[in-house]
């Protein structure tokens, strides 16, 4: 292992079909006022919003209420919900969704008592937080970001047609997070996929970068076999409680910053795929999946040796008497059969991207220097038009 790392993470979990017991346990640690942010509405119709709001009043806390928070949270969402954490002084945000609301959640804790414009400040701009912090908690009801435990907060800008992620540090993290793995029985066959494609995603995006022997891959590996195992079963029934709460745990361990010790880790795939988002609003992981393929091809050479071993490690093929270039293509080729097979987007056409798009998704595209090759604006306009 090459790399210098400090590796720290401050968020509590609660795993398990009775985890939201322990969130009165929690409430305890805060004052009286909580936001409580959620989605469009999934929560009120599975009763998880009774639930926690029935805790919540129990625990004597006065609610704010911030519903509505949309999938790919908006920069104007983020202004109307630091204006309302800051009127109602609040003490804890809690988050009730997915990696929206949780992201959300991160974006207003930061940004309440923000001075500046918090989408110049932290998102144009990457600057750290100076300003008080409010905490956030979360109980996550959708499987795939890892924003259940990490300080990731994405923001789309619309006007700008731009979607940033900013990292904040640990005092941004959630500070607990309830998963209980029956929450995501109800989300949509599509939501799940695209989820279980995040994973997967988050996990290649550390594992292919660097050339040395590092821990971190051989976890990435295990990770990646556990959900490949579990999504296939996840797909043909998803109220199987051992599939999703895998599939639950694997993703909270893709993106918590473990498996990235160490690493230079790539990204790339995830900056074309937010330029993607951030022009057609398309589902997050989708957006992934759709121009996969075609990337990984594309930087394939530079790191032949990870890509063969992520072939016979994590899909299992025999190496005999094949070249390492061979083999590599073998593995990429599982990786597209499985895509299919558990039916995620193949291409951005399917998400409404045009070819008259394509000039400003690339705009749109940061281009990162931690993976096998750094592309250059027309490579990510070839990219994209293979995704077509
Ligand atoms: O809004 P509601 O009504 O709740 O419906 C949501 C939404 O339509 C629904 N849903 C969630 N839980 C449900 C449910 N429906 C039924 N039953 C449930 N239990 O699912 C839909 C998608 O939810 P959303 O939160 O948007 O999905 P996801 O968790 O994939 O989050 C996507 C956002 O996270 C960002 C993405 O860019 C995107 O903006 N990411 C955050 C990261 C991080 N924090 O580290 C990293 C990721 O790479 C990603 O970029
Ligand atoms: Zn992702």
Not at 77 to 88: P, T, V
Not at 143 to 172: D, P
Request: glycine share 12%; with cysteine.
């Amino acid at each position: 292992m090459q790399g210098n790392f400090i590796y720290s993470n401050p968020t509590k979990l609660y795993f398990g079909d009775e985890s939201l017991k322990y969130l009165s346990d929690e409430l305890k640690k805060y004052g009286p006022t909580v936001m409580l942010c959620y989605g469009g509405g999934s929560i009120k119709r599975n009763g998880i919003y009774d639930a926690v709001t029935g805790i919540l009043r129990e625990a004597g806390k006065t609610i704010v209420e911030d519903g509505g928070v949309m999938s790919n949270p908006t920069v104007e969402k983020l202004y109307e919900g630091a204006r309302m954490a800051r009127e109602n002084n609040v003490d804890l945000i809690l988050a009730v969704g997915g990696g929206s609301t949780i992201d959300y959640a991160k974006g207003v804790s930061a940004s309440a008592w923000c001075d500046e414009d918090p989408w110049t400040k932290y998102y144009l701009e990457q600057g750290d937080p100076t300003c008080r912090i409010i905490p956030v908690g979360s109980v996550l009801t959708m499987v795939g970001t890892g924003s259940e435990m990490n300080g990731g907060s994405v923001i789309s800008n619309h006007a700008q047609g731009l979607k940033i992620g900013k990292v904040f540090g640990e005092e941004v993290y959630p500070k607990f997070t309830i998963l209980n793995p029956k929450y995501t029985f109800t989300v949509p066959q599509y939501q799940m996929v695209a989820g279980i494609f995040d994973i997967m995603s988050h996990i290649m995006e550390q594992y292919f970068s660097d050339s040395d022997d590092n821990t971190s891959d051989y976890i990435a590996e295990g990770l990646m076999r556990s959900l490949i195992h579990a999504s296939r079963i996840a797909v043909k029934n998803p109220q199987d409680y051992e599939a999703r709460s895998n599939i639950m745990w694997t993703a909270t361990w893709a993106l918590n910053t473990l498996i990235g010790c160490g690493k230079h880790q790539d990204w790339e795939v995830h900056m074309i795929g937010q330029a993607v988002g951030a022009i057609t609003n398309a589902t997050h992981g989708m957006t992934l999946s759709a121009v996969s393929i075609p990337y990984y091809r594309h930087v394939m050479a530079g790191g032949l040796p990870k890509f063969a071993r992520f072939a016979s490690s994590v899909w299992g093929i025999n190496g005999e008497g094949k070249t390492e270039r061979q083999l590599a293509d073998e593995g990429l080729v599982a990786l597209e059969a499985w895509m299919r097979e558990i039916g995620v987007v193949m291409n951005i056409t399917e998400l409404g991207a045009t070819e008259e798009m394509l000039p400003k998704i690339a705009d749109g595209t940061f281009l990162l220097t931690g993976g096998y090759k750094v592309l250059t604006r027309e490579e990510v306009i070839e990219i994209l038009k293979e995704s077509m």
